[in-house]
């Protein structure tokens, strides 16, 4: 050996140890256990299930299986809709939905068909529009619009689905430059200035998608509902994604809406039972919406509240309380009997409607993230023997029901 190669050798060595320790730490650090192994269930059979669930909801029958519809294409490409059975429309929420579904599965083509559908039909490019930067959250399969404003649950999985497209597939040009519209979106969420315009035919006043005061995600952006909001809006996992990517000068504002949301939603769970209000005030407390008074109670948005704070959990491990609150819910549900607990309750408990619905199970199974293992098995197993939803109310409860199975499974992971 030349005594001039060890110089090179040594700074060689010295650069691929650099490299190591440069990885991103967060993604790193995350453990996604698999509940359904640790609950006994073999890598086949968890494979299997995951495969002919995604299979059947997005290529099944058309007429009692499907949610998932291919309608042409345009000068971008493929366009596909995720279907509302039973209301007939299309929802920003299941399109969101169903991007997350596609880009965990590794299915790009399916991802852009449905972004796709999105922005062809969904966004609003106009600046003089109340939702100017966001989507229309209900829409008929033609395009028009039901209502032109926007339920953020929408945005937000839209933009974590496509930052993690972005990083686990790679950018491309157009709307399929992954983190290019993802950024966008998620400074339009921040950022975005108050607009009063015209929408479904009367004068609105829209604002952004986040109250600033309180770091906190709005039920909607018009007023006067823009100054509440909804706890299975609260995606505190989310928001460290979108601070990891986001402009720097967004950044801290992000950390910020995180903790935020974590605290809001210990709040917001009751302390007893631990379910929340579908709707909120920025406070914790129950919001009864003058149109719907139900909101105030724990209904089918509340579901997701104790699914998003276990994910949470589970990747971040920044709140602690999130244990002891994931622990306190599946607690009342065990005690109201696992083949007897119904789907909506008060705050405090008493049942409103029976009746065990696949999303709601798949939203206490995933809750096992967070909980002790000994409260949370039977959650597991009865999500495991949950069949595949057909027929007219097959929406919502499949799009739950997918998602917590790669939840479960250890196959819902973060792409940085």
């Known amino acids: 050996m030349k005594l001039t190669q ?57 007429e009692r299986e499907a949610i998932c519809y291919f309608s042409g294409r345009n000068q971008a490409g493929e366009l596909a809709y995720i279907l509302d059975v039973n209301n007939n429309d299309v929802r920003s929420e299941g399109m969101s939905y169903g991007m997350m579904i596609a880009v965990q599965m590794d299915k790009k083509e399916l991802f852009n068909a449905l972004w796709n559908w999105s922005k062809t039909y969904m966004y609003h490019g106009d600046s003089a529009h109340p939702a100017f930067g966001y989507f229309a959250w209900s829409l008929k399969t033609s395009g028009v619009a039901n209502d032109e404003m926007p339920a953020p649950d929408g945005e937000g999985y839209f933009a974590t689905a496509l930052y993690f497209a972005a990083a686990r597939w790679g950018n491309g040009t157009g709307i399929y430059h992954y983190k290019k519209e993802a950024g966008q979106l998620v400074s339009q969420m921040k950022n975005r200035k108050q607009i009063t315009g015209l929408a479904m035919g009367r004068k609105m006043t829209g604002l952004s998608l986040f109250d600033s005061a309180h770091a906190m995600v709005r039920f909607t952006t018009n007023l006067p ?71 105030a109670t724990f209904s089918y948005d509340a579901w997701r509240s104790a699914m998003n704070w276990s994910v949470d959990w589970s990747w971040w491990k920044k709140d602690a309380a999130a244990i002891e609150r994931s622990n306190r819910i599946l607690v009342f549900f065990k005690k109201q009997g696992m083949v007897n607990y119904g789907n909506q309750y008060s705050l405090e408990g008493k049942m409103l409607a029976g009746g065990q619905p696949v999303g709601l199970l798949a939203c206490n199974a995933t809750v096992a993230l967070a909980a002790d293992q000994g409260i949370a098995t039977d959650f597991i197993h009865a999500f495991w023997k949950c069949n595949i939803p057909t027929g007219r109310y097959r929406y919502y409860d499949s799009m739950l029901m997918m998602m917590g199975l790669l939840h479960c499974s250890g196959n819902f992971k973060v792409y940085l």
């Open 6 to 62: 060890v110089p090179v050798m040594l700074l060689c060595l010295v650069f691929l140890l650099s490299c190591k320790s440069i990885q991103p730490n967060r993604k790193k650090s995350i453990t996604y256990r698999n509940l359904f192994s640790e609950a006994g269930y073999s890598k086949d059979s968890i494979d299997h299930k995951i495969q002919s669930t995604f299979t059947q909801l997005f290529f099944g029958d058309k």
């Open 225 to 295: 509902d823009a100054n509440h909001t909804d706890a299975s809006y609260h995606l505190p996992a989310f928001y460290e994604v979108w601070a990891a990517n986001a402009p720097q000068d967004d950044q801290a504002f992000w950390k910020r809406a995180a903790d935020s949301s974590r605290s809001y939603l210990q709040k917001a769970a009751h302390p007893l039972t631990g379910l929340t209000p579908d709707y909120g005030n920025f406070d914790g407390s129950p919001w009864a919406a003058p149109w719907r008074a139900e909101s």
